[in-house]
């Protein structure tokens, strides 16, 4: 089954004060960010996902953010604990949103776990250990979906905010990855296509089905993600990149409702 619904969040006024880690903080274009953002959204819209757009947060500089409050499942929905305090307040919007559509339940103190650190290919979770994601946060979560009958592993990255910085799911059992980020072989099983070096964070895409959405800023990676059988959309970034933002970070993507 394909995903038929995003939820988004207008960036908030205060994205100026946002979280950064690897980046220095540079001037962001707010009336360019909201271009940029809208265009995320029609190109979901174009792809025939319903999207559900929340408010924007004023108080929460990064809550456009949302993949990070949330790991979304066909069963369940796990409402994560972000590991940057300032973004823990994040969450609840995101969990009311998500109740209407899934079962929920919670990553627990002193657990932290940010939504950017996991990476679903069918059954397997891989999880980042990063500086945003602990090891109590992803033994939480394994606990929490083994009755569902997934398996989670930590996975070691470096020099990168999340593991979905380095690795995205391009297939079932296929990954794009920058490889100075993190280890290949973690990934034992898996179809790998490599990012055109040079093109730091071009691991990051939004998969759905053979389309994919992906930065204007990396054309090398998108000539082989072409090449690998995938419909390209590109979207200028820029402004969300300032922010430490990658494509899938300013999505929730579900299938179906599974309540009720
Ligand atoms: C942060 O540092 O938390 C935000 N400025 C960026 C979060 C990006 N989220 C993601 O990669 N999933």
């Not at 059988?229 to 300032?242: F, I, M, N, P, T």
Request: hydrophobic share 40%; net charge negative.
């Amino acid at each position: 089954m394909k995903y038929n619904l995003a939820i988004t969040r207008s960036p908030s006024a205060t994205m100026a004060n946002c979280e950064l880690t690897h980046l220095d903080r540079v001037q962001i274009d707010m009336g360019l960010l909201s271009r940029q953002h809208a265009r995320y959204v029609e190109i979901l819209e174009e792809l025939e996902l319903e999207v559900l757009e929340l408010p924007a947060e004023p108080t929460l500089p990064d809550a456009v953010f949302v993949e990070d409050a949330a790991v979304v499942l066909d069963e369940l929905a796990v409402i994560t604990r972000p590991g940057a305090e300032s973004r823990r307040a994040e969450t609840a919007s995101i969990a009311r949103a998500l109740s209407t559509h899934r079962r929920v339940l919670h990553i627990e103190a002193p657990g932290t776990l940010d939504g950017g650190d996991v990476l679903v290919l069918g059954r397997q979770l891989y999880v980042g250990r990063s500086t945003r994601s602990n090891q109590e946060g992803i033994e939480q979560l394994a606990r929490i979906l083994s009755p569902f009958n997934y398996s989670v592993a930590g996975v070691e990255v470096r020099g990168c905010l999340h593991l979905k910085s380095a690795a995205c799911a391009i297939g079932d059992d296929a990954l794009l990855i920058q490889e100075d980020w993190l280890d290949p072989k973690q990934f034992q099983g898996a179809r790998l296509l490599h990012t055109q070096p040079g093109e730091d964070g071009a691991a990051n895409v939004v998969r759905l089905d053979r389309d994919v959405i992906f930065p204007l800023a990396f054309p090398r990676t998108a000539e082989r993600l072409e090449g690998y059988g995938l419909r390209v959309h590109q979207l200028d970034y820029s402004e969300l990149a300032k922010a430490e933002g990658g494509v899938t970070c300013c999505s929730l993507l579900l299938r179906g409702s599974t309540i009720g």
